[in-house]
């Protein structure tokens, strides 16, 4: 069974640093591409960062402070988040899709996590 599991989300100041983590069972990251989304409250979800199976990185709405990696041997995919803002608050989803080129958008992702509260004030 595929799943992805989030886990670091938590209350920071502003100017605070958060590394999330989506840990993968049932599949293999490499052959995926896999993003971070978040939503909140009142808002559509969107597309933070996002890695494609070759690599490559998309970072559409937090460039220069998130920054998205891969760990193959552990299976699991980070966001690494700096210089937080208030605007920053949101469950912050994992998202993998099996599509070779998927744009960082949460129609183009097929399995998702459960989601990570990350809350920004002070």
């Known amino acids: ?3 992805l599991v989030e886990s670091g989300g938590d209350l920071v100041q502003p100017g605070g640093s958060l590394r999330l983590s989506c840990a993968a069972s049932g599949f293999t990251l490499t ?3 896999i993003g971070w989304f978040r939503q909140a409250p009142g808002k559509e979800r969107e597309g933070v960062s996002c890695m494609l199976s070759s690599g490559g990185s998309i ?3 937090v460039k220069g402070r998130f920054t998205i990696s891969r760990d193959n041997a552990k299976n699991t995919v980070y966001l690494q988040m700096n210089s937080l803002k208030p605007e920053d608050t949101a469950v912050y989803y994992c998202a993998a899709t099996y599509r070779v080129q998927a744009a960082c958008v949460p129609s183009e992702y097929t399995y998702w996590g ?3 509260q990350v809350t920004v004030s002070s």
């Open 114 to 116: 459960q989601g990570t």
């Open 1 to 3: 069974q595929l799943q």
């Open 31 to 33: 052959y995926y591409a």
């Open 59 to 61: 970072t559409d709405s």
